[in-house]
Each structure stands twice: as structure tokens, then as C-alpha cells.
């Protein structure tokens, strides 16, 4: 790792603590060749690439910032906005598209109180996503949240999930 990597943050996002980017960087090794995993692991610990941690992981792997930056706005994966504790996908391929998928978009965005082009809301519970294709044609109208897949699926059962995750979300944080 390069000397410059150990260094603590400074500037105007002082604070932020390095060292689990340290940690990430150590297990995948300080090369060109696992920047992607690095990146996968640093947005699964922030739920997106915030650029200070970006320029930090530059510095370690000793490649240009452009490189990084390069990476991490080429794969749709990667997100360089904060993102929400649960992700709702909404499939907006030809066959969700033709089984009207805009009700269940307008009753996610209304039961989430998103407008203006808002993807993730206030309190960064929820981040919702309309994705090209999702791969799951024969389940139309299909949406994904947290990685499951909800097929064949409607504007009231989706809701209906969407109150289940913030039932058991306040149920955890109760304990």
C-alpha cells in the first residue's frame, strides 16, 4: 500500500474514518486488478462510492483518480449518491412495460413520497431504481427489493411489501 494511503482524511469531509477502506484494500491487495472487487466492498459498507473514498483509493492502488472515477461511473453497479438501507428495482423492460409496470411505479413513488426525479428517500430507508431489465420477462410485471423478486406482482402488493420492510424495520430498531 502506498504511504500516502495510511494518512487520515482531512479537508471538508474531515472525519470519515479510513480505516475500513484500509481493511478492504488490505484483503483484496493494493493492485489495479481488484479495484473492482475494492469498489464492490466499499459500496456494500457505505451503499454508495462517496468521491473522498474515490480519491483515497487512487492514492492506495497508485492509478490515477480518473481511473477510479472512470470505473466507478462506467457499471451501472456502482452508485456515487448515497443510496437506501432497502433498494426497489422496478423492471421497465418490454414485457413489464406492455403488462403496465407505470401503476406499480406511480404507487411506489407515491407510497415513498418521491418526486422531482428523487430516487431515495428523506430518511435514506428506501433508494427506488426503474432498470432496463431485470431477467425475469415471463414473471411481468416484475420488481426486485433487497434481491427479491416479486413477479406477477401489482400496485397493491408491492405497497403492501413496502410496509412489511418498514413493520420490521421499526421492530428491530425497538430492540
Not at 479537508?11 to 484500509?22: H, I
Not at 472515477?69 to 462506467?74: L, N
Not at 426486485?144 to 401489482?154: A, E, F, N
Request: charged share 25%; aromatic share 6%.
Amino acid at each position: 500500500m502506498a504511504q500516502s494511503a495510511v494518512l487520515t482524511d482531512s479537508g471538508p469531509k474531515a472525519g470519515r474514518n479510513f480505516s475500513r477502506v484500509q481493511e478492504i484494500i488490505k484483503d483484496y491487495g493494493a493492485t489495479e486488478s481488484a479495484l473492482i472487487p475494492i469498489l464492490q466492498k466499499v459500496q456494500d459498507e457505505y451503499r454508495y462510492l462517496p468521491e473522498e473514498i474515490l480519491t483515497f483509493v487512487a492514492t492506495a492502488l497508485d492509478i490515477p483518480p480518473a481511473t477510479v472515477y472512470g470505473v466507478a461511473t462506467f457499471y451501472a453497479q456502482f452508485s456515487l449518491e448515497p443510496k437506501g438501507k432497502h433498494i426497489i428495482k422496478c423492471c421497465d423492460g418490454t414485457a413489464c412495460h406492455v403488462r403496465k409496470n407505470q401503476t406499480i411505479i406511480n404507487a411506489i413513488e407515491q407510497r415513498l413520497n418521491l418526486s422531482d426525479g428523487r430516487q431515495t428517500t428523506d430518511d435514506h430507508r428506501f433508494t427506488f431504481e426503474i432498470v432496463s431489465c431485470i431477467g425475469a420477462c415471463a414473471l411481468a410485471p416484475a420488481v426486485v427489493i433487497d434481491g427479491r423478486v416479486y413477479g406477477q406482482t401489482t400496485p397493491e402488493r408491492i405497497v403492501a411489501a413496502i410496509d412489511e420492510i418498514e413493520e420490521a424495520d421499526k421492530a428491530e430498531a425497538a430492540q
